[in-house]
């Protein structure tokens, strides 16, 4: 399965990749600091709230790289585990409630 070019948005991915670049050159490798020296998750949690204060996509940016490194370097107490979900956990809509899966036309979600 493939995901269509429409989904994935290249100057994102552009602007992650520039970002761990700048990190690179000015802290050092990402292995010699996640995740005995640095918490990707609690840096994403900051980099979340910092984006709801300000409105600034930037941070957006940060969380996607955060949680790069968390996959790749879990400091999840567990260890982390990689076990594929289905998405049946939800998405959040606007009118609120709790999760649940639905197509964007707000009709039962279908998986192909």
Known sequence: MHCPPSEIHQGF???????????????GPVAEAFP???????????????????????????????????????????????EPTDGGEGRYWHAGGRANERANDGSRATHK
Do not use: W
Not at 20 to 25: E, L, N, Q, T
């Open 13 to 27: 991915k552009k602007r992650m990749d520039q970002a761990m670049a700048v990190s690179y050159f000015k802290y």
């Open 36 to 82: 005995h020296k640095v918490n990707a998750i609690k840096s994403l949690e900051h980099r979340l709230r910092l984006y709801k204060e300000t409105g600034n996509r930037d941070y957006l940016v940060d969380v996607a790289n955060f949680a790069a490194i968390e996959f790749r370097f879990p400091c999840h107490e567990s260890g982390g585990c990689d």
